[in-house]
């Protein structure tokens, strides 16, 4: 499972050249509004045919300008998910669920599609009218419309931008379930960190057009170098729900530690997605002891990129990569050199989701 | 009916429905197509091209039944064909009627369609190609049905509006009971007769019924058409 992407294309003073590959699973596409985002998942949907491009879905190739080979959209079996929807108005939300469904070389049986729908609780809507749908259920339909057109890859285009705060909570879950259980091939465009660390297992940074970063969501965030200040640095790790302490904290063990946080209703043993942003976690050269934060971590520092009169430290705390944020002026009373070791305090622990 | 009009009264009204109905109905295959055409399609000259389907509603009709006259009449380039060849004649025929409403109703028609074409979000289309569904299969179950509202009030309006053809038809065909002589000209021909005007009155009455009939339904369609999105 591949997805290989390579294009040029220039438009007005806007030029985009970006060539990439991924191994399937979740990728983001992230970058700022305008860096072409959005562009590149529609010269890979075929609705916008670029100057010059290749792209290939797992070996299948969709597009090659040198060879003039261009499968038309409606061939390519590259269901996209918008920002707004766009369901078929005249249609009901079933026929809007099996419209690809219909038009697909091999269709999902029976159970598929009751699975889908169950997954993304569409069990009550399906003989609504898209009209009176709330926006977070348009996205749910969307995405079961083009999860049912069996396609050999997702295009998710900033599919939760639409929704409010409280709509795209509501639509996370759905879409964390289907990263697990699907094993196809997602290109996820987003410019939240909060929905790249929840959903991404590789993350392509996008700025004017070109690549300006690409990795694993568990390095890359931290790779004060690399991402340079956007998106916004913070660890992302998986961790084992090891048990609950006397004072009611539950423990979080993963490969560099454990970390005590607020009491988690899951089972012991349950594989999370945790998350701690660089602005949550202080520095110190010497262990503390009177503290009120719960988590003190020894680590190691790995790289430092300084700006301004701030610092990106990267933080090795066994094999697990944290990075933090302090200014310079701390940094240089503290002398924190690559190689040198510290405890990272940590002031609140994000637990994004069950790992995969 | 016969009770509330005269055997030539219903004979008028009844050859006006069918000829309004009948140019309308053949007509809207060919106003869908120009109104795709129109809307989705940008070449130098579109202007003039839009310029020449809407001449037939902006040129005096009875200019427009001459120039048929001058093209279709049995003596015409293509009138004598089609005698000489099909046996198809236009002239004092309801066939001419129907022809020359049709071709005059035609611009109501496309600008109708067209206003339905272009209201309709062109991204439902690039879903639709995600998914699938190839240019034929969209047009079929996208566009069509998403314009299907507006080309209904479209064309309720044009047979409205054919109603009230009279220049067209007394130019083109003739002015002959039974045949060609519909409402309008009907009133017309009640008019040309010393103590005619009652008669007229009454043909008056029940053309201002028709279009309010036609008018209301094709104003119901058109909200239907925007209820819909």
Redesign the interface.
Same mark, same amino acid.
């Given at each position: 499972m591949s997805v290989e992407v390579f294009l040029r294309h220039r438009r007005g003073a806007f030029a985009l050249d970006v060539a990439f590959v991924t191994r399937g699973g979740v990728t983001a596409l992230f970058g700022p509004s305008g860096a072409g985002k959005t562009s590149i998942v529609s010269v890979i @949907?075929?609705?916008l045919r670029p100057q010059e491009g290749r792209i290939a879905v797992n070996g299948r190739v969709l597009l090659d300008t040198s060879t003039r080979l261009s499968v038309?959209?409606? @061939?390519? $079996?590259? @269901?996209?998910v %918008?920002q707004?929807s $766009?369901l %078929?108005?005249?249609m009901s939300v079933r026929d809007n669920l099996l %419209?690809?469904w219909r038009? @697909?070389?091999v269709k999902a049986d029976a159970a598929t599609i009751d699975h889908v729908v169950d997954l993304l609780g569409l069990g009550g809507l399906l003989g609504r009218a898209p009209r009176g749908l709330s926006g977070g259920e348009k996205s749910r339909v969307a995405l079961g419309?083009?999860l049912l057109?069996s396609p050999d890859m997702l295009?998710l285009d900033e599919p939760l931008a639409s929704l409010d705060a409280a709509r795209r909570d509501e639509i996370l879950p759905y879409l964390e379930k289907l990263a697990r259980e699907t094993r196809l091939p997602m290109l996820y465009v987003s410019h939240s960190v909060e929905e790249v660390a929840r959903l991404a297992d590789e993350i392509v940074v996008l700025q004017d057009g070109r690549v300006k970063a690409q990795g694993s969501v568990f390095d890359l965030l931290t790779d004060v170098d690399a991402i340079a200040g956007a998106p916004p640095l913070g660890a992302v790790f998986e961790a084992t729900l090891a048990g609950q302490r006397a004072d009611g904290l539950s423990l979080l063990a993963f490969d560099g530690g454990v970390l005590a946080v607020a009491k988690l209703s899951r089972p012991p043993g349950a594989r999370l997605r945790v998350r701690l942003r660089a602005e949550d976690i202080m520095l110190a050269c010497e262990e503390p002891r009177a503290i009120s934060a719960n988590n003190v971590l020894p680590c190691i520092v790995g790289a430092v990129r300084a700006h301004g009169d701030q610092a990106d430290i990267q933080l090795l705390c066994g094999a697990t990569k944290l990075a933090a944020r302090i200014t310079g002026a701390s940094r240089a009373r503290l002398g924190l050199e690559p190689g040198v070791s510290a405890f990272a305090i940590v002031k609140s622990v994000t637990v994004e989701r069950e790992a995969g | 009916m016969t009770e509330i009009l005269s055997p030539a009264e219903s004979q008028a009204l009844l050859l006006s429905l069918r000829v309004s109905g009948v140019a309308i109905a053949c007509a809207l295959p060919f106003a869908f197509v120009t109104a795709l055409f129109l809307a989705r399609t940008r070449f130098p000259g579109k202007t003039l091209v839009d310029g020449i389907i809407h001449l037939p509603l902006v040129l005096p009709p009875v200019a427009v039944g001459f120039l048929l006259l001058m093209a279709f009449g049995t003596r015409g380039p293509v009138g004598g064909w089609l005698l000489a060849h099909l046996g198809i004649r236009f002239v004092f025929s309801w066939t001419g009627a129907t022809f020359a409403s049709a071709l005059i109703t035609f611009p109501l028609q496309v600008r109708a369609i067209r206003l339905a074409l272009e209201g309709a979000d062109t991204g439902l289309g690039e879903a639709a190609r995600t998914l699938g569904a190839h240019a034929f299969d969209r047009l079929a179950n996208l566009t069509l049905p998403l314009a299907l509202p507006g080309i209904i009030s479209g064309a309720i309006t044009a047979v409205a509006a054919s109603l009230g053809e009279f220049g067209a038809i007394i130019t083109f065909v003739s002015n002959i009971p039974g045949q060609t002589q519909t409402l309008p000209l009907a009133i017309y021909a009640a008019l040309q007769i010393p103590g005619g005007e009652a008669e007229a009155a009454r043909l008056c009455g029940l053309s201002v019924l028709l279009a309010l009939l036609f008018m209301t339904a094709g104003e119901f369609a058109t909200r239907a058409a925007r209820a819909w999105r």
């Open positions: @949907a075929g609705l038309p959209a409606e @061939a390519r $079996r590259t @269901a996209m %918008f707004d $766009r %078929f108005p005249h %419209f690809g038009r @697909a070389p419309r083009a057109a295009l | -």
